[in-house]
Nanobody, 128 residues
Framework: QVQVAESGGGSVQAGGSLRLSCAAS????????MAWFRQAPGKEREFVGS????????YLADSVKGRFTMSRDRAKNTMYLQMNRLKPEDTAIYYC?????????????????????WGQGTQVTVSS
């Protein structure tokens, strides 16, 4: 089992910045990718970005490219989402997810069903 926990959410004005963290614990040696998703009220869960552990390749949704960046600290088993130039439409609950080696089904970085473990989420609110 793996546990993932998000932190760093909050309320900011448009144009501001936040950094989210996702700390993984447990059988993390089986993790080979992690991702951020977000869900706004009344909307489906949306892919934000992912990072592949083999080479630290990151993928970002078009809606956040140029504003958000992802990174990770291997020693701390922690992934980060740096969010700059935030917009009101970025308001959502942000979730961290982990994919493990040998999990069933094919892996696609932007699909929520590809991920095996999820955090509880952290609220990000951007006011205009």
């Amino acid at each position: 089992q793996v546990q993932v926990a998000e932190s760093g959410g909050g309320s900011v004005q448009a144009g501001g910045s936040l950094r989210l963290s996702c700390a993984a614990s447990g059988r993390t040696f089986l993790n080979d990718a992690m991702a951020w998703f977000r869900q706004a009220p009344g909307k489906e869960r949306e892919f934000v970005g992912s990072i592949t552990f083999s080479d630290d390749t990151t993928y970002l949704a078009d809606s956040v490219k140029g504003r958000f960046t992802m990174s990770r600290d291997r020693a701390k088993n922690t992934m980060y989402l740096q969010m700059n130039r935030l917009k009101p439409e970025d308001t959502a609950i942000y979730y961290c997810a982990a994919h493990q080696k040998f999990s069933r089904g094919s892996y696609y970085y932007a699909s929520p069903v590809s991920y095996d473990f999820w955090g509880q989420g952290t609220q990000v609110t951007v006011s205009s």
